[in-house]
């Protein structure tokens, strides 16, 4: 479907050429007066210049001949130049009426259909998911949503860090506390155990302790990291662990992904690329690219239109252990083979923003990637607590993801019970859902690169610029939907939207417009907060039609079809975008 705006500039063409004036002086807008119009054309200031006018009478002019144009209510010009615009009850209606006929609710999917890697998560195997994974989860997944309602082919990748010092530490660790294992015993021929040697709450003990150890005992880090390296090379009773650790912590893993909402196509990680890297780094040679220094092997990525100073790209320590951008770099390479996307979007925090044009200019210089494929780094901000600092726990210790959740579900469960609108059975359920969308919402409202303050009194209020108080809204349509189905029957069929007959009503319809466009927006801007500010904005223009009319109680048949009609198309809007946000609503609340 056309966007609306693209209609109004259709319209206002012939008016523009027809005063002899340049079409490319057709541009509008979204108003920044709503109470004086609804869209507004800026051309008639731009063209005054080439034409040697004065803004106001070449908007006169046009304003003249567009005025007869049915798509309009009114057609000004004020001044110094502006041409203001209402749009027609009977067209808006109209237009809306086509929306509510289309599945993707008016956005036109882009000729061109992308295979696009989503890389977010990256959460670090046997190391608690903390809340510094939250954003990227959060966001990545609401990223991959976007992404892949716009019609793309869409692949989202947790990329775990699965393969680094913290598996030669748990090694090590697990050799201390139970010497007597198979796989410490050199001379051991027999197969190794299909049980793990520990739960995942062991393992989670495990890993903080041989950290810790790690700082004080340097014998004990040594032997770590000379675990780390045999595991690397393929030593067979590290494996075994390894893959022990693996099971273990993935199960974990994607049950508390699962808690967030957020699902993953691939779950690959840094140790699928391993495979990579000597081709990687020959190519690099090859190309003459990589070239040693002190004993590194290093790859040049400075341009000339930098205004900065950019380190070179380590590839390979003297040791020849390879490196974070390595292992990122072999990814891509897989991902070139088995893939070969359009797009790179990887959702990390922001302070990892150098380690990313580092990469991502060796793929090009490399030509791993195609010179035109967009990579996309969105670096996000940290969650900071009301003390400005980054979040912690009561303690001053870095708090676990499942412990935040439960806590902001348990303040959702006592004030919904308080409430006593939700049945009991409902309440656990309910009060996850509320308090998921308090904590993705508090989040994604933000623009991702900016810091935020995690403030769970303000996130799950059921009022103001949040989560569950579009949530409220979702469920205030649901309840007057059940009620007029109650009264009507089941099989009631929605009417057309009928043309607006009071401003609120007018304001809902003009809403409800804008979805193809903001989705289209979030998704080129790479940016979730757009949806969140749109959803707020349409659910606030629900409140008011609602505060103004009455609908159930409303006596004219007709008139209250047609706001059933209205309200409807304005839940699946809604119900759309929550689910963009990877969100629900509940059935009460
Ligand atoms: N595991 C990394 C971390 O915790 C994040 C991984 C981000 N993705 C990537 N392709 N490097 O810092």
């Known amino acids: 479907m056309k966007k609306i705006m693209d209609l109004i500039v259709e319209e206002l063409t012939p008016a523009f050429t027809g005063c002899g004036y340049d079409e490319k002086y057709v541009r509008v807008t979204r108003s920044n007066r709503p109470d004086l119009c609804e869209y507004q054309c800026n051309g008639a200031m731009m063209a005054a210049k080439a034409y040697g006018k004065k803004p106001i009478d070449i908007a006169r002019e046009v304003v003249s001949l567009a005025s007869g144009s049915p798509m309009f209510l009114s057609v000004e010009a ?21 929306i509510a006929g289309e599945e993707k609710l008016g956005l036109t999917e882009p000729e061109k259909k992308e295979t696009i890697i989503v890389d977010y998560g990256g959460a670090n195997v046997a190391k608690p998911l903390h809340v510094g994974h939250l954003r990227s989860a959060v966001i990545g997944e609401s990223i991959k949503r976007i992404s892949r309602f716009m019609g793309h082919h869409v692949i989202g990748d947790v990329h775990l860090g699965d ?8 090694i090590e660790e697990l050799r201390d506390r139970q010497p007597e294992l198979p796989y410490f015993d050199e001379s051991y021929e ?34 770590a990291q000379q675990a780390t390296f045999r595991l690397q090379s393929g030593y067979p009773p590290f494996r075994a662990i390894w893959k022990h650790i693996m099971s273990v912590s993935l199960a974990d893993l994607r049950k508390n992904y699962g808690k967030l ?16 890297i000597p081709g990687l780094i020959a190519d690099l040679r090859e190309k003459g690219l990589a070239y040693e220094s002190e004993g590194a092997l290093v790859v040049d990525i400075a341009q000339e239109t930098d205004s ?31 893939f070969h996307p359009d797009r790179y979007i990887y959702v990390v925090d922001k302070r990892q923003e150098l380690h990313f044009i580092q990469v991502f200019r060796v793929a090009k210089k490399a030509g791993l990637v195609r010179e035109d494929t967009p990579m996309i780094f969105l670096g996000f901000g940290t969650m900071n607590g009301k003390d400005g600092g980054p979040f912690k726990t009561r303690d001053g210790g870095v708090m676990r993801l499942e412990y935040l959740i439960q806590s902001i579900n348990e303040e959702v469960y006592k004030k919904i019970q308080e409430k006593q609108k939700v049945p009991d059975d409902e309440l656990q359920r309910t009060a996850e859902m509320i308090g998921l969308a308090a904590l993705k919402y508090g989040d994604l409202s933000n623009q991702a690169t900016k810091d935020y303050v995690f403030d769970v009194d303000r996130f799950i209020s059921f009022e103001g610029n949040t989560g569950p108080h579009i949530q409220y809204m979702i469920v205030r349509i649901k309840s007057i939907l059940e009620k007029y189905y109650e009264q009507k029957g089941q099989e009631t069929e929605l009417v057309p939207i009928r043309p607006a007959q009071s401003d609120t009503e007018k304001a809902l319809q003009l809403a409800i417009c804008r979805f193809g466009e903001t989705v289209e927006t979030a998704f080129y801007e790479t940016a979730p907060h757009r949806i969140c500010q749109y959803m ?34 304005t839940k699946r809007v809604l119900d759309t975008c929550m689910d963009l946000l990877g969100m629900e609503s509940p059935e009460h609340m």
């Open 163 to 170: 393969w680094g010092l913290q598996m030669g530490l748990i």
């Open 78 to 98: 004020v001044m110094p130049g502006f041409i203001n615009l209402k749009i027609s009850p009977e067209c808006l209606a109209e237009y809306v009426e086509n």
């Open 190 to 223: 027999g197969k190794y155990p299909s049980e793990p040697p520990f739960t995942i709450s062991e393992l989670e003990d495990i890993y903080p302790a041989a950290s810790a150890k790690s700082k004080k005992d340097e014998a004990f880090r040594e032997r």
């Open 536 to 569: 707020s904005e349409t659910a606030d223009a629900f409140n008011n039609f609602y505060q103004e009319n009455k609908i159930l109680s409303e006596p004219d048949e007709d008139k209250k079809a047609a706001y059933i009609s209205l309200i409807t198309l």
């Open 308 to 338: 900065k100073e950019y380190p070179p790209c380590i590839v390979q320590k003297s040791d020849g252990a390879a490196l974070y951008a390595t292992s990122d770099l072999a990814t891509i390479v897989e991902r070139e083979k088995d």
């Open 261 to 276: 909402n957020v699902t993953f196509d691939l779950w690959k990680g840094e140790s699928d690329a391993q495979p990579y």
